[in-house]
């Protein structure tokens, strides 16, 4: 019982979520043909039955068709909501003196790049990486190791990735300078 609690709970918070965010399109951008984005919610709701009726709320152990399906009704209201922000909202001119200071427009320019990149070295990918390593260095007879070997590899990539995009923002600033 407590599963099927659980799942439907869970699958109409997602229906709830994506109303909102249609709700939110069609409030901003003034046009009540944004209501046929309701329409991506029917597969949610044709999948809130099968695992409520025929599975009886127990969900599948590593695939999620409720939170891809939430995803494919959510996506659509937040691309048009970004799309509309970005259409709205005000240019950025540079002032007459940046020419004169490529080193600051520069910043200026990677600031987003640069604020991503320390996040995910130093919060994200990091310090989980570094976990990960010294579980795997000391606890070398784990059940779970080949799950652990796996999100170590994912999380040494995206560093190796970071690190790629600041050597690539770093040699434009050189270029920049030269």
Not at 21 to 37: A, E, R
Not at 61 to 73: C, D, N, T, V
Not at 112 to 132: C, E, H, M, N, S
Request: aromatic share 14%.
């Amino acid at each position: 019982m407590w599963n099927f609690i659980c799942a439907a709970v869970t699958r109409l918070c997602f229906i709830l979520v994506s109303l909102v965010g249609v709700f939110t399109v069609c409030g901003v951008k003034n046009d009540n043909n944004y209501w046929l984005l309701t329409l991506l919610f029917l597969p949610q709701i044709a999948e809130m039955i099968i695992t409520l009726k025929w599975r009886g709320g127990k969900d599948y152990r590593w695939f999620s068709p409720a939170i891809f399906l939430f995803l494919i009704s959510i996506i659509p209201s937040i691309w048009i909501l970004e799309l509309h922000h970005k259409q709205n909202s005000p240019m950025v001119n540079t002032k007459p003196g940046d020419e004169e200071n490529p080193d600051l427009s520069l910043l200026t320019k990677y600031s987003k790049d640069l604020w991503t990149i320390v996040q995910a070295l130093f919060i994200q990918d990091g310090p989980f990486l570094v976990v990960r390593l010294i579980v795997l260095i000391y606890f070398k007879g784990m059940e779970s190791w080949k799950m652990l070997i796996f999100f170590a590899i994912k999380n040494s990539l995206v560093v190796l990735l970071n690190l790629y995009r600041l050597i690539i923002i770093y040699q434009d600033y050189r270029s920049s300078t030269n």
